[in-house]
């Protein structure tokens, strides 16, 4: 019986034995909550009140004519939670006895809200980003005019997409900072050439919508970059910058790509202006996504993307 009674309190577990009339033959380990006063003969009434004391008398008086064994709960505030186990059994000279272990079960609890809160969360981003995929399959395929056309680009989109959300996903979906944001959209497209893009500025951590949507801005600039022929034509590199602003008392983040042209992408200047999801995403998506505004503009010697948003933007 001692080892029986150390082992749980080492699992700080209390112990209550009682006969078959309910008197306290034993009680060891009580928590804080229930503790009883000197010189007071032990009972279910005496240690958890009138409430708590029916509840068991009741349920014990059922094991006694019926099962072996039950459990039930006892709350205590909004998160103290305590698990009573109660079963009968049968000494050696042929007594019975009622046995009850009482765990607390508050930080299973809390770990289930957890978990609860955290799926809820999964679901409502896994919407999201649902959503999102819904929206580029249904622009990429408006803009595409063969069906190989429309799996290049939806597959580079949906790859933009994942880089971010993994990004996400590394931080407990805290978010993205800056500058790994970039540098995971812009990696793949540079192989060695990291030299050509420059990025300078504050380092924010952006909320998991930006992330996505910005994100997707940074993969469309650096794919028309790419398509275009202006990254690596010139000896200069493309500057990404962030910087921290103040607007109406509410700090935004002040986001700017600044591409340099060459002399072969300047023949494309009509090609390049026409409407296409990338403008779309750049100029509408995006901007309407995190509160914010944007402009795309292309001029002799060099492209340009200004993003303003909101820093505390929803998630």
């Avoid at 699992?11 to 804080?32: E, H, R, W």
């Avoid at 069906?147 to 580079?156: A, M, V, Y």
């Avoid at 200069?236 to 340099?260: A, F, H, N, T, Y």
């Amino acid at each position: 019986m001692e080892f029986f009674i150390s082992t749980l309190l080492e699992m700080k577990a209390s112990f209550i034995l009682q006969d078959l009339n309910l008197n306290y033959l034993c009680v060891t380990g009580l928590p804080d909550y229930w503790q009883l006063p000197p010189g007071v003969t032990p009972s279910d009434l005496n240690i958890f009140g009138e409430e708590n004391s029916e509840r068991l008398r009741a349920l014990k008086h059922t094991l006694l004519e019926t099962v072996e064994r039950d459990q039930l709960e006892i709350t205590l505030g909004t998160d103290v939670v305590f698990e009573f186990r109660i079963h009968t059994f049968t000494a050696n000279d042929g007594s019975r006895y009622l046995a009850t272990i009482i765990l607390d079960r508050s930080e299973d609890l809390r770990r289930e809200r957890l978990l609860r809160a955290l799926l809820r969360e999964v679901s409502h981003r896994s919407k999201n980003l649902l959503a999102i995929i819904q929206s580029i399959a249904a622009q990429t395929a408006r803009y595409s005019d063969s069906l190989h056309s429309f799996l290049g680009k939806f597959r580079g989109r949906i790859y933009s997409l994942s880089q971010s959300q993994d990004l996400i996903t590394d931080s407990s979906w805290r978010g993205t900072y800056f500058v790994e944001l970039v540098e995971g959209q812009t990696d793949k497209y540079l192989a060695d050439n990291s030299r050509l893009i420059r990025i300078t500025g504050e380092n924010p951590l952006l909320s998991p919508n930006a992330s996505l949507h910005l994100g997707l801005a940074l993969h469309e600039l650096i794919v028309n970059a790419v398509s275009h022929g202006n990254l690596g034509s010139s000896n200069k590199s493309v500057e990404i910058s962030c910087s921290r602003v103040m607007k109406d008392g509410e700090p935004w983040l002040d986001i700017r790509w600044l591409e340099p042209r060459s002399s072969k992408s300047l023949a494309d200047d009509t090609e390049a202006r026409l409407p296409s999801f990338g403008s779309t995403v750049l100029e509408r998506v995006v901007p309407a996504s995190v509160n914010g505004i944007a402009r795309y503009t292309i001029g002799k010697t060099e492209i340009t993307y200004d993003l303003s948003f909101p820093e505390g933007i929803p998630n």
